[in-house]
Structure formats: structure tokens, C-alpha cells
């Protein structure tokens, strides 16, 4: 018999990208829940207590912690009291793709998700719903349910159920907010169902009943891969053909338009770009290639690794495109970098293209200026100094006085041979480029990976533009 909503005590290990901004949003729209976040690192939890500097920036997340901590939401480093205390935990730490050892380069390191889940097992004394947030391989929810079971006083404490998140950064309070869909997996025995039933209820509080579909442990732990995998085939799919475009005279934004408005295609995701990036689209392909290998699937596995192909393939062809426009040398020329950050509106540079344009320009011996408007310092410089995680490790080099890291765009181009877009922001597309173009070295080059300005614009102001997907715009006579 299904009873009123319960008021449940909820908590959730790892206060990231996802755990954060979703047990914001649970707290908000849940006023009768309490949520505790937790984190193993002291100083990501105390920033996450002071909603003016956040560990992560979101549109719209400073508000909603605002709105709710202290109230009903907290965040400690105290894991084995959260844990007690809750009745459904959430588990949304991070499951990177191995670095070393068997299956490095494509599988899940599930280390960290091994970790909390043990600590659950070993702390647990009352009945607990176990969520996997993270993204997992498929059947990742058995191995949980190992580790619990491995005390028998306890094993019948645990109902595991999956519960991917959707999210996409920059724009991920409005996701969760407003999701197309919340997927819930669950054991198909009345345990699991009732499982399934309790967490849907805690979603059902601002998600339409509809919205909120339940389907068995494996198919929504599959069905989270395979979302991430499509995605990103849609976006080396076009890349693909961007580069069709350039050798043919046709135009990608506009054989992009002319398919997607094919309602069986769609609009979406058909933006031609230097490649994807993220902390996710490529981890989480390499995660299906790898289970199909292992499955001994071997074209579905090689069908899915072409994505990643591609991908990198985009981000080398930019950078090679740069180097043969601008007279096939960019050796001790100055190069102002427009944005860092894997996308816009985030701070997030996990696998951003960013980085492998960059390295790619440094081997070429160019000096660069980077802005970006969200990217802290420390962390550009971190990933400078570990490089792109598919290339091999750069030999070493004085990257400080190769880089310069800047807070103002006009500095970052002034005396400049070229700019080169790496990220989308918007404010990029209403830069005085009257005012850049009189302070950069001529030719002016302008390289748009991801094609967000106005080309035309930019040609007559007399700037040389190369864009993905089209001839560029010379005021020279191509010979080629
Ligand atoms: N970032 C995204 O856009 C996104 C979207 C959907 C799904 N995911 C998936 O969600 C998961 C988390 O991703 P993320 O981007 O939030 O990662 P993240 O690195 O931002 O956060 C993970 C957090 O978990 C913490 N942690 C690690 N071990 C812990 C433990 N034993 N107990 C408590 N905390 C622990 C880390 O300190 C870290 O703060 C991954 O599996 C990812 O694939 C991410």
C-alpha cells in the first residue's frame, strides 16, 4: 500500500559537479527532506558553505545554495554521519577513465566508487537506499551489491538503484530543474520496486510523474553510456563532415540547418566545433569501447572508438590548419587564446580541446596569451603542466614564458598574429574588433573553432577568418 510521501533524510557522497548542483536542487524543491552533502576534502566543503565563492561556477547556483543552506541542506567532511543519519544516500563521486594498469585508456577507475561503497557497508546500521549517481559501466550495480552483501547481518539493509544524471555543465540548474527525463533502475523484486518508488517520490515533488521512468538496474546504468555516446556522435558526425565542407565549397552551418530541419534528425547538437571535451563524452565512449571488448563485441566496439577518432582528429587538423595559414610557421609569434574552459559557462577545462590546440601551438614554438572569463589561474596552470590526457606527456619546457595568462581580452590580442576561439562564450561575439584588429600585428588572423562570430563582419573589418566548415575569408588569393 502506498503511503504519503516520506520526509527523507538524504545524502550524498561527493560534492562535484553533479553531486553539488543536485542536492541543491533536491533541497530546494524538497523543503521537507533533509540533504547533507559530503566530501572527502575539507576545502571544497568549506567553499561550498559561502555561496559567494562556490568550488564550482553554474548559472544560477549561488542562488539556490542561497535559498537553502543551513535550512535544509549542509555539506561536511563528516562521511560516517551522513551516512547513519540518511535514508537514501547518493554515491556521485567521480569514475575517471584509467590512467595505468589493465584496461588503461578506456575503462572506468572505479576506485573512489569501491571506496564509499565499502564505507557505506562498514558504517550502515539502519535500512539504506544506495543511488549510484556516477556514471557506471554496465552491471556496475552487481559489484555494489557484492560489497553490500558481504556482511550477511547487513546485506538485507541495501536497495541499490541507478540514477544517471543528465546534467550538462553550463547549464546545469536549469537541467535539473527542468529534465527531460529522470531514469530510475531498480531490482525487479518488491524491495527494488519499492526502492524505485521512494526515489521517485523525492523527484516526483517538482518533476511531472511522467517525466520519471523506471526501467531494470542494467538497462539505465546502459542507458546513461549510450546517451553521452550519441551525443558525442552527433558532434563528431558533423565534424566529420565540416571537413567534407571545407574541401568541397560547401558550407557546414548550412547543410547543418538543411538536416535538422528533417524532424527525424533534429536541429540539435549539429554545431561544427574544434571537438568535444568534458569530463564525460569521452570517458564514458572509451567505457562502452572497453565493455564491448570485453564482451568480445569487437565492431561495436571499433564503430564507437571512431567517435573518439574523429574527435581528435578535429582538434589536430584545427591547429595544423593555423599553423599552414599563417605561412606555415608560428614559431616566436604571439597567439591570444579565446577561452580555456571545455565549453561556455563553466569553469570546467576536463578534456577541454582548449588544452590540445595549446599544446599543439607551444610544440610549434608560438607564445600565448589565454583568456578566459571563469577558469582560475591555478587551475589553467594545472592542466598546462599535465597536458591533454589522450597525448603522450610534452617534454618539458618553460611554459611561463611561453604563456601569460590574462584577465583582460584587449591585452590578450594586443600585438597579436592571430586569435584563435576556443570556447563559446557569448561575450566574445560583441568584442570591439575595430579596436583589436588596429592593435594586432597584420596579416590579423582570426581562427573560429567554433564558429560563433560573425565572419563577414570580421573580413571586411580586414581580419584574415578561418572558421570550420567553410573556405576562409583571405583577402589574398588562395593558390592552393
Ligand atoms: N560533470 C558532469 O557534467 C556529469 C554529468 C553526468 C554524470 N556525471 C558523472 O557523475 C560522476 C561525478 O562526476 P563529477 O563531475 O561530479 O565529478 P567531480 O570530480 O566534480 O566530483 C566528485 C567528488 O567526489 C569526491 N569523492 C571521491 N571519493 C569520495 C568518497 N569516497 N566519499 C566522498 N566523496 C568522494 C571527490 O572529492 C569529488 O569532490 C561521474 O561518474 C561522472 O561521470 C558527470
Not at 92 to 99: D, E, N, Q, R, S
Not at 221 to 227: D, Q, R, T
Amino acid at each position: 500500500m502506498s503511503s504519503a510521501p516520506r520526509a527523507e533524510k538524504i545524502c550524498c557522497l561527493g560534492a562535484g559537479y553533479v553531486g553539488g548542483p543536485t542536492m541543491c536542487v533536491i533541497a530546494k524543491n524538497c523543503p521537507d527532506c533533509k540533504v547533507t552533502v559530503a566530501d572527502l576534502f575539507a576545502d571544497k566543503i568549506a567553499q561550498w558553505q559561502d555561496p559567494d565563492h562556490l568550488p564550482i561556477f553554474e548559472p544560477g547556483l549561488s542562488d539556490l545554495v542561497r535559498a537553502t543552506l543551513g535550512k535544509n541542506l549542509f555539506f561536511t567532511t563528516d562521511l560516517e554521519s551522513a551516512i547513519r543519519e540518511a535514508d537514501i544516500i547518493f554515491v556521485a563521486v567521480g569514475t575517471p577513465t584509467k590512467t595505468v594498469g589493465i584496461g588503461s585508456g578506456h575503462a572506468a577507475n572505479l576506485c573512489f566508487l569501491e571506496s564509499a561503497a565499502r564505507l557505506i557497508a562498514r558504517v550502515a546500521t539502519t535500512p539504506k537506499i544506495i543511488v549510484e549517481k556516477s556514471t557506471v559501466p554496465v552491471r556496475n550495480a552487481e559489484t555494489l551489491m557484492r560489497i553490500f552483501t558481504t556482511n550477511p547481518d547487513s546485506a538485507r539493509l541495501f536497495q541499490v538503484v541507478n540514477n544517471p544524471e543528465f546534467l550538462a555543465e553550463g547549464t546545469a540548474v536549469n537541467d535539473l530543474l527542468h529534465p527531460d527525463r529522470v531514469l530510475i533502475g531498480g531490482q525487479t523484486t518488491p524491495a527494488g520496486h519499492e526502492a524505485v518508488r521512494r526515489l521517485a517520490d523525492v523527484y516526483a515533488h517538482w518533476v511531472p510523474r511522467e517525466r520519471i521512468i523506471t526501467t531494470n538496474l542494467w538497462s539505465s546504468e546502459c542507458s546513461k553510456l549510450v546517451a553521452n555516446a550519441f551525443l558525442a556522435q552527433r558532434i563528431s558526425s558533423i565534424n566529420s563532415i565540416s571537413e567534407l565542407c571545407e574541401a568541397t565549397g560547401a558550407d557546414v552551418d548550412e547543410v547543418a540547418r538543411a538536416i535538422g530541419m528533417d524532424s527525424r534528425i533534429g536541429a540539435k547538437f549539429l554545431k561544427s566545433s574544434v571537438g568535444f571535451g568534458g569530463s564525460c563524452f569521452q570517458k564514458d565512449i572509451l567505457n562502452l569501447v572497453y565493455l564491448s571488448q570485453s564482451l568480445g563485441l569487437t565492431e561495436v566496439a571499433d564503430y564507437w572508438e571512431q567517435v573518439i577518432t574523429i574527435n581528435q582528429h578535429q582538434k589536430a587538423r584545427f591547429t595544423e590548419r593555423i599553423v599552414h595559414s599563417m605561412f606555415h610557421t608560428i614559431t616566436g609569434k604571439k597567439i591570444a587564446v579565446l577561452g580555456f574552459a571545455f565549453k561556455k559557462d563553466t569553469g570546467d577545462t576536463r578534456e577541454t580541446p582548449a588544452l590540445d590546440v595549446v599544446y599543439k601551438m607551444l610544440d610549434e614554438g608560438a607564445n600565448l596569451a589565454i583568456y578566459d572569463p571563469k577558469v582560475p589561474d591555478e587551475l589553467m596552470w594545472e592542466d598546462l603542466r599535465h597536458g591533454p590526457s589522450l597525448s603522450p606527456p610534452a617534454r618539458p619546457m618553460p611554459l611561463e614564458e611561453r604563456i601569460s595568462h590574462v584577465t583582460d581580452v584587449y591585452q590578450a590580442v594586443e600585438g597579436a598574429h592571430a586569435i584563435v576561439v576556443c570556447t563559446e562564450w557569448d561575450e566574445f561575439k560583441t568584442l570591439d574588433y575595430e579596436r583589436i584588429f588596429g592593435s594586432m600585428v597584420k596579416p590579423a588572423f582570426i581562427f573560429d573553432g567554433r564558429n560563433i562570430l560573425d565572419h563577414q563582419r570580421l573580413f571586411q573589418i580586414g581580419f584574415e577568418v578561418h572558421s570550420l566548415g567553410r573556405r576562409p575569408l583571405t583577402h589574398f588569393p588562395q593558390t592552393l
